[in-house]
């Protein structure tokens, strides 16, 4: 497979842990006596492109393929089968070559020396990259700006807040300018304004440089204000792939809608069709409507009705939500109707 365009190209990979003669082979599961098991399979044939400059996220349970799939294309596992290209290259036989290009930031692991300050780092990944002293510099000193870095690259690594820590990680990840940055749980752990301060920056390194965005994460946050594409995995499978604003209309059921009222209201006694009451307060009301058994509008107009309202809010549930409902739906292994191919 050549495809030296796209950022990620991914034909029919596979992973399981025993097949012979493969760098990195893994092991058969023990049963009772010590008999070897069938095979353990984290990954049947996956497919999928990831375009230069995209920001995709890629999300699923616990156990659903997703670090197998980071790990094959940032070259630290061999397949079983198939073939990937990352950045034209194969990633875990030009491991080298790609380190170069991409780059990682873990929320859970560190690459900032603990004991020494983060510009001790800094300095060893210029070495590292090879970098021209002048141009480390000048990228540290744009790193430093963006990120708000000033007070913080003198003190040692131990003495920073997680929030604090995690902006140093991504200056170090960004010190070489890659070309495609794999982000896996970058907010885990942060506070809110923490939070923001990552993804910001994500969003304005992808569209002032173009650079590809890969993610994976458990916060739906994070997958929405992030990324415009999503590819979900279930049991080493694609399930479903394509926009974010797909996902969240095919699985939306239903809207919420929030009433407050200028006085207290008696409780409801009957519900317009296709509507249910959630939370009722005398002067505040909660619903839930299923727009397949009644639209927003006439559900709104039976409120106005029932007294004066003072202010009126119509939400989508929570990403949350719609992310939960999706893994209860891809349990099995199929691709969702609608999805990329």
Request: hydrophobic letters at 40%.
């Amino acid at each position: 497979m050549q495809d030296a365009g796209a950022a990620i190209s991914v034909r029919d990979l596979t992973r399981s842990f025993d097949r012979p003669g493969v760098p990195g082979a893994g092991w058969r599961r023990l049963l009772p006596g010590g008999t070897r098991g069938a095979p353990t399979v984290a990954l049947h044939p996956v497919s999928f492109r990831v375009e230069r400059g995209e920001r995709v996220a890629l999300i699923g349970p616990n156990g659903a393929g997703k670090s197998t799939t980071i790990k094959l294309l940032t070259g630290i596992l061999h397949p079983s089968g198939g073939d990937a290209r990352v950045l034209g290259r194969v990633p875990w036989r030009e491991r080298t070559d790609l380190a170069y290009d991409i780059a990682t930031v873990f929320g859970q692991k560190s690459q900032l020396w603990y004991h020494l300050p983060a510009r001790s780092t800094f300095e060893l990944l210029r070495h590292v990259y090879d970098l021209d002293a002048g141009v480390a510099r000048r990228r540290v000193g744009e790193l430093t700006e963006r990120l708000g870095l000033r007070d913080l690259l003198d003190r040692p690594v131990r003495t920073l807040s997680l929030g604090e820590r995690m902006r140093c990680e991504l200056a170090a990840a960004l010190i070489h300018s890659p070309r495609l940055v794999f982000l896996d749980e970058p907010t885990i752990g942060l506070d809110v304004e923490a939070r923001q301060a990552v993804r910001a920056h994500v969003r304005e390194l992808n569209a002032r440089q173009g650079t590809t965005i890969f993610l994976t994460s458990h916060d739906a946050a994070d997958i929405e204000q992030v990324c415009e594409r999503v590819i979900v995995m279930q049991a080493g499978r694609v399930a479903f792939d394509g926009p974010v604003s797909t996902l969240r209309s095919r699985y939306v059921r239903g809207r919420q809608i929030e009433a407050h009222f200028l006085v207290p209201v008696d409780r409801p006694v009957d519900l317009p069709p296709g509507a249910s009451l959630v939370d009722v307060e005398p002067q505040r009301w909660r619903l839930e409507v299923h727009e397949a058994g009644a639209p927003v509008g006439p559900v709104v107009a039976w409120l106005m009705a029932c007294g004066p309202v003072v202010d009126l809010t119509v939400s989508d549930p929570p990403m949350e939500d719609v992310i939960a409902a999706i893994y209860r739906e891809t349990a099995g292994p199929r691709v969702i109707p609608g999805g990329r191919p």
